[in-house]
């Protein structure tokens, strides 16, 4: 029977290909940051809607996927912290403190630690499963950000949901879809290096 090492075991993410270190992980916090900002400039509202459509979702996932879990969640509160102190990169340019979307905010970081942790246990190998890790990982985002939408609605459940979830159901599912399609192929090539 042999034996392999905790390193060998390990399952290699695409943030593995540079040693690791202080300056790798801020870099990769900095870089995962940066990901997500641009995406949310991707967005449009709905008339009436609280929350944007944005790329954003799908750059938090992809992150995490690639740097894992404890750096997915370090470049989500960078994202959100450097936000809130006024660089312009939440949807649309936005800056400072989002009354309406802080909890998806918070969301980005628990689901980036969620999926991190997946695709280290190897889940961003296949399609299907890569899938399953995107879902669980967006139902952590609508998890946070849902209540904190309702609260900030004055309690009204009914309005957060119908303006908070029902509508981005399709496009997510469609967002985990092309995660589910991109990080295999990424992830066989490393294996392959």
């Known amino acids: 029977m042999s034996q392999t090492s905790p390193a060998a075991q390990r399952r290699l993410l695409i943030a593995d290909l540079a040693p690791s270190g202080l300056a790798w992980d801020v870099a990769t916090a900095a870089l995962g940051a940066l990901l997500v900002g641009a995406l949310a400039q991707v967005s449009y509202y709905l008339p009436g809607m609280p929350v944007p459509f944005t790329g954003q979702t799908l750059g ?16 989500m509160a960078l994202y959100a912290g450097a936000g809130i102190a006024g660089v312009p990169w939440f949807a649309g340019g936005a800056a400072g403190f989002p009354k309406f979307t802080f909890g998806y905010l918070i969301g980005f970081a628990v ?51 119908a303006s908070g979830l029902t509508p981005f159901l399709a496009s997510d599912a469609l967002k985990a879809a092309l995660a589910a399609l991109m990080l295999p192929a990424a992830t066989a090539l490393l294996r392959r290096r």
Request: net charge positive; glycine share 12%; with cysteine.
């Open 111 to 161: 689901a980036a630690a969620l999926v991190g942790t997946l695709a280290r246990r190897g889940w961003i190998r296949t399609p299907w499963a890569t899938f399953a890790a995107m879902l669980l990982g967006t139902i952590v985002i609508y998890a946070c950000g849902v209540p904190w939408l309702a609260m900030a609605l004055g309690g009204n459940w009914a309005t957060a949901i």
């Open 60 to 75: 938090v996932l992809l992150v995490a996927a690639a740097v894992g879990a404890r750096r997915g969640a370090a470049a």
